[in-house]
């Protein structure tokens, strides 16, 4: 419920589609997860990663750790383990506790070669500044 109002996810998502089209980074993560949940607007995966990503190329751990969620199951995007890690990874180092477990569940599918590229990769990564 909101504060003495009745609750309403159809108004509490136009006010997330407001927010995140106007660079709200946490907006955009919850417009993510309505679209990767089948939340208020229909299921559509693409969608969810394209929300997320604007998230997690500022910068944002919920948003990183959710992108690699998607690359690591191939939804919306095709799956990339490699790119999940480093997601992952980054999400680990912004302080996203349970991106360390997915990061280290990950690791278990991937070569060594591999695991040193995600890392590779996540080093190399540089936020945007909106």
Not at 5 to 12: F, L
Not at 17 to 29: C, L, M, R, S
Not at 51 to 68: I, N, T, V
Request: with cysteine.
């Amino acid at each position: 419920m909101g504060m003495g109002t009745p609750k309403d996810d159809a108004a509490a998502a136009r006010w997330y589609f407001k927010a995140a089209e106007q660079g709200n980074i946490n907006g955009q993560v919850l417009i993510g997860r309505r679209y990767q949940d089948d939340l208020v607007v229909p299921q559509d995966y693409e969608e969810a990663v394209r929300w997320y990503r604007k998230a997690a190329e500022r910068g944002d751990p919920e948003g990183q750790r959710k992108l690699g969620y998607m690359f690591g199951l191939g939804k919306g995007v095709p799956r990339d383990l490699v790119e999940a890690c480093k997601r992952f990874n980054l999400a680990a180092s912004g302080g996203d506790s349970t991106a360390v477990e997915m990061r280290d569940r990950t690791a278990k599918e991937l070569t060594r070669d591999q695991i040193a590229e995600a890392q590779r990769l996540a080093r190399e990564f540089v936020a945007i500044e909106e």
